[in-house]
Nanobody
Framework: QVQLAESGGGLVQAGESLELSCAAS????????MGWYRQAPGKQREMVAL???????NYSDSVKGRFTISGDSAKNSVYLRMNSLKPEDTAVYYC????????????????WGQGTQVTVSS
């Protein structure tokens, strides 16, 4: 079973930076995609950034140019560097993964972390 553990959330002022980290455990050999979603109060969960096993990235328009996603496939980890944070970036950020290989079997399903709070004050 895949577990995702996030770290790095917190309270910052507008314009400051934060970095989130997420590591997969549970005997995972590889993950096809890792990334980040977020959910603000009263809003639907939305994709922030995704990182594939081959190194391609995808960002939501709202964070392009400010956030950078990176990954370490050997460690089954993903990172999100968030610069120039805005109050509208305030949300719970969830680590996401899909396509896990463990126990010699490929599992075509999604996995979610518990979430980490990011609060940006104006």
């Amino acid at each position: 079973q895949v577990q995702l553990a996030e770290s790095g959330g917190g309270l910052v002022q507008a314009g400051e930076s934060l970095e989130l980290s997420c590591a997969a455990s549970g005997g995972v050999v590889s993950l096809n995609v890792m990334g980040w979603y977020r959910q603000a109060p009263g809003k639907q969960r939305e994709m922030v950034a995704l990182f594939t096993r081959v190194g391609t990235t995808n960002y939501s328009d709202s964070v392009k140019g400010r956030f950078t996603i990176s990954g370490d496939s050997a460690k089954n980890s993903v990172y999100l560097r968030m610069n120039s944070l805005k109050p509208e970036d305030t949300a719970v950020y969830y680590c996401y993964a899909n396509g896990a290989t463990y126990g010699g079997v490929f599992h075509n399903r999604q996995y979610w972390g518990q979430g980490t709070q990011v609060t940006v004050s104006s």
